[in-house]
């Protein structure tokens, strides 16, 4: 018993998929992190001439004032049109980059709408809960990345920044524009630098978190056992809409019998009735088939329509046992099947 509520099962793609309706899913901010950052870093790379448009409008439209009296409509005219510029340089930028977060949350777990994180619960404002998962495995864990993470960012950066330093006594002595272009070189390659870490550490924190998220939905062999029952049903609920499935099933078999052509018969077991329209199909039809009760009834009904019945139990029994009904007869049937057929037909003639 013990076994069974142990939690050594994979979880099932219903679990998974009740999971996810509960806004639960395996989300690694590192890796969200990362995208953001990439997606930023290439925004801003492409709109640097534009920014640059906007900054020396800025510049210019400061230099137009020089000497111009600071009225009420001159200070409001400086704060909107500086406020107007500074929203078009960091919209376009802001925009892609908030885009970015939501592609980053489709590459990790696709699309997920769910209010359930949103519905008010009582349980999760519990002191003792709370308490519980403060201290959790879990917890613990993210501790620990996080700490990690600082650390390793802050040495590398820390020594690529004491580098750069042993460069500046020599960089002193550069002209201005040789100093900006030094220094940019510099700010692109810990810019990539930083790139490379976080890409790194976004790759370690998924495959930590969706390993955690499949080991937390991990479930027992019971817990397997009963949500299989639950989508399967009830055996006895099953085995009712089985029985009402064939009922259903055989009504609609015995109204079509009617437009058979012949039956076969093994005269005490098998009946087979057939139909066979020389315009609309390719070969007979088997329009009901059946065994002991049910061939009693198809005979019954048969002769209540004038259907012919013929007495063949090899052919019977074969066609009882390989032509499902609704269907053409098998091919190696065609020869046997149609000797019966052209006697009923010469016999409906002759009548």
């Not at 002191?127 to 620990?144: A, D, Q, R, V």
């Not at 049937?333 to 003639?349: G, M, P, R, T």
Request: aromatic share 10%.
């Amino acid at each position: 018993m013990a076994d069974d509520m142990e939690k050594t099962e994979e979880p099932t793609s219903k679990k998974i998929e009740d999971a996810r309706k509960e806004g639960n899913v395996p989300k690694s901010q590192d890796t969200s992190s990362f995208i953001t950052l990439l997606v930023a870093v290439v925004a801003v790379y492409i709109f640097i001439p534009f920014i640059m448009q906007r900054i020396i409008f800025i510049y210019e439209y400061y230099m137009s004032l020089i000497g111009v009296p600071l009225t009420t409509t001159i200070v409001f005219d400086i704060g909107f049109i500086s406020l107007r510029e500074l929203v078009f340089m960091i919209l376009p930028i802001a925009s892609i980059v908030a885009l970015s977060g939501i592609v980053a949350g489709l590459v990790q777990f696709g699309f997920v709408y769910t209010t359930k994180p949103l519905t008010p619960d009582l349980k999760k404002i519990d002191p003792i809960k709370g308490l519980g998962k403060l201290i959790s495995m879990k917890k613990l864990i993210e501790g620990i990345k996080i700490t990690a993470k600082v650390i390793i960012v802050f040495v590398i950066a820390f020594y690529f920044l004491i580098e750069y330093t042993k460069e500046l006594p020599t960089v002193i002595n550069f002209d201005i524009m040789s100093q900006m272009k030094w220094l940019a070189e510099k700010i692109i390659i810990m810019v990539l630098i930083m790139l490379m870490i976080f890409f790194v550490l976004g790759m370690v924190d998924l495959m930590i978190v969706r390993y955690q998220y499949f080991k937390d939905l991990k479930m027992s062999k019971q817990e397997v056992k009963d949500e299989y029952k639950q989508m399967e049903g009830d055996p006895l609920i099953k085995a009712k809409i089985k029985q009402v499935q064939m009922q259903l099933a055989q009504k609609r078999m015995m109204s079509e019998l009617p437009s058979a052509d012949v039956i076969i018969t093994n005269p005490t077991h098998f009946a087979v009735a057939l139909r066979y329209d020389k315009e609309k199909e390719s070969a007979p039809r088997v329009v009901a088939k059946g065994a002991d009760k049910i061939a009693l009834k198809i005979k019954e009904i048969g002769r209540n329509h004038l259907i012919q019945i013929i007495e063949n139990p090899p052919l019977a029994r074969e066609l009882y046992k390989s032509a499902n009904i609704d269907e053409v007869i098998p091919e190696n049937l065609y020869k046997a099947v149609a000797e019966v057929l052209a006697f009923v037909f010469k016999s409906a003639n002759k009548s």
